[in-house]
């Protein structure tokens, strides 16, 4: 894993642009303390800062040069086949200098064009490729958007980087205001969408995307969508599938280890990686048995022989850990589960550099409890707005327990009601009071809407866009939260569950194999049974809840009541204070625990104060 930065100018040199680029390579010397370099050819300049994973000799260096000198490649990520491509590309005559991925990415581009590489290649990974005699520059991203890739662009030019700091500091980006439609979408969902950002003029590449640089503009292409269908039935298993992509994605030169919870889709991992190479397994431990996962994660690593190790935290621990949160994430970011992921990448990291995760599961195979659920509460838009509204009063009137939502009411369809469903909580009802701007809504769910927009789906479509709904928006929260505190302590975090194979053979299943009796991502479970111990893996699920809640009203009290209220001139233009004192005293008086909104706010405004203005060249 690395981190990458640059500048493409459409007509001025880019030489004055080499301070901001050594000051990139400073902030984000975490995503890659190895080595840096950079590269730079009249109007368009690339840093880059190492973390070695694969040929750890100055042959992997970054900015890669091609041997004629006319392709410049800046690479974050991993391509995990690139074994495959590489005899191939020696048969086409292309000499390799290194034994990494980066060179096989490289040339393949040069060599069979970036769609084909796009479609064929398997990894996860941000990456410009600039063609020095076209002058044309290419970005991408994943197809699942694990790694990060942000952009600035004005009528000079375009920046790039890893860190989002960097673009919205860079000189032709920082006189811009905040997009007050994007900041009321992190407050709705936690993060800022792709394909927008926290500052005008300024946006994630959406995952299974890339961009064209040239002549003055630039363009977004699409080369994967995940499919809100189910397609034909696979002749693979769950079985091979899975534990191939796993095998696959233990390629390196430096330590390998996992994350282990108590869970599911981490000790399936756990379990087929050390298969094939004993391994450290990692996972944390609290001293509440209501909610500590560690014994459970040590007995699967007893059954599958991991070397396992566990860190016992406490709140002292976590409350020590918010100015390394607020460092981590340049982007506005709500979801505090990120303070335990900042101390097991650590932890990890002291032992590793590679760590693979579970993430992704959940996302295939329905497997959050809100997906079974709405088997039940989605069912009401199969009829029409009409039924429902005499549905909903004759349970009102009948008094016994409700199925019918007063939210069935107020959207349309399926996908707007779904799309709610992932808000933080208590951001519906207080931003239309609290917050005095138009929102925007995710890219994704704008595509995913206006392709299923008030139409009655069948169980399986309504399922299927419901998973595509949380790979295209929920996931995306989960990957950025687990990117940033494991790149902040350069710890590199793959995702097997989410190869390229596991996608396609997840668009096989029918929701019925994988939902059964209100329990979700069964075939997952299932298939762990086999393999440990069915107590073990049926058990009512614990997990670690961070008490955001109880630190708002004591610990934190005091400082998020004065950020809050006297926030910066550029914040508080879009909020009504009097609404912010009603929100504080609600939660604090405890008629409503509104944690995860007040934290939401709590972490806009140190984001502001760490990372607005703060490049000063």
Sequence with gaps: MCGIVGVYNYKAN????LPFIEWAQQTMRHRGPDSKGIWNSENYIAGFVRLAIRDLSENGKQPMVSACGNYVLSFNGEIYNADMFQPRLRQAGFSFRSNTDTEVLLYGISHWGIEYVLQQYDGIFAFTFYNKLTNKLLLARDRTGTKPLYVGHSDKGIVYSSQYDHIMNHPYIRHHGLNTGAIGSYLQLGYVPENSGAVQNTFMIPH??????????????????????????????????????????????????????????????????????????????VTDEAMDESKAAAEYATLFGTNHSTLMIN?????????????????????????????????????????????????????????????????????????????????????????????????????????????????????????????????????????????????????????????????????????????????????????????????????TECIQNGIGKINLKNLLASHSNEQLVFQPK???????????????????????????????????????????????????????LIWSLYALVNWHAAHRNKYKA
């Design 315 to 511: 709140e002292r621990d976590m409350l020590s850990t918010i100015d390394d949160n607020t460092a981590a994430y340049t982007e506005p970011f709500a979801d505090y589960s990120s303070i335990p992921t900042l101390l097991l990448s650590k932890f990890a990291r002291s032992k590793v550099t590679v760590a693979l995760s579970g993430d992704g599961g959940d996302e295939l195979f329905w497997g959050y409890p809100r997906n079974a659920r709405m088997l039940k509460e989605g069912m009401m838009f199969r009829k029409s707005k009409i039924e429902r509204v005499i549905a909903f009063g004759a349970e009102k009137f009948a008094g016994g327990k409700r199925t019918i939502r007063r939210r069935h009411l107020q959207v349309k369809d399926f996908p707007a009601y779904y799309y709610r469903s992932l808000y933080v909580t208590g951001a519906e009802q207080w931003l239309p009071s609290g917050f005095a701007n138009p929102i925007e809504t995710a890219y994704f769910y704008k595509r995913i809407h206006q392709n299923n927009s008030g139409q009655l789906l069948s169980e399986q479509q309504m399922m299927n866009v419901l998973r595509k709904m949380e790979m295209d928006i929920h996931l995306q929260r989960i990957l950025l939260k687990v990117d940033r505190a494991s790149m902040f302590h350069s710890l590199e975090v793959r995702v097997p569950l989410l190869s390229n194979q596991m996608l396609a053979y997840s668009t096989t299943q029918h929701y």
């Design 542 to 596: 614990k997990g670690f809840t961070i008490p955001i809640g109880n630190w708002l009203r004591n610990e934190l009290k005091v400082d998020v009541q004065d950020k809050l209220l006297n926030m910066p001139a550029e914040l508080s233009t879009l909020f009504k204070k009097q609404a912010l004192e009603a929100l504080l005293k609600e939660h604090n008086e405890k008629k409503n625990d509104l944690g995860w």
């Design 14 to 17: 880019a030489d004055d642009q």
């Design 208 to 285: 299974g995307y890339y961009l064209e640089v040239a002549a003055g503009k630039f363009s977004k292409h699409q080369y994967f969508d995940y499919p809100a269908n189910t397609t034909a039935e696979s002749n693979d298993t769950l079985e091979h599938v899975l534990e191939t992509s796993i095998k696959q994605q233990l390629v390196s030169d430096v330590p390998v280890g996992t994350f282990m919870s108590g869970g599911v889709d981490s000790p399936l991992v756990s379990h087929y990686a050390n298969k094939h190479t004993r391994l450290h397994s990692f996972t944390l431990g």
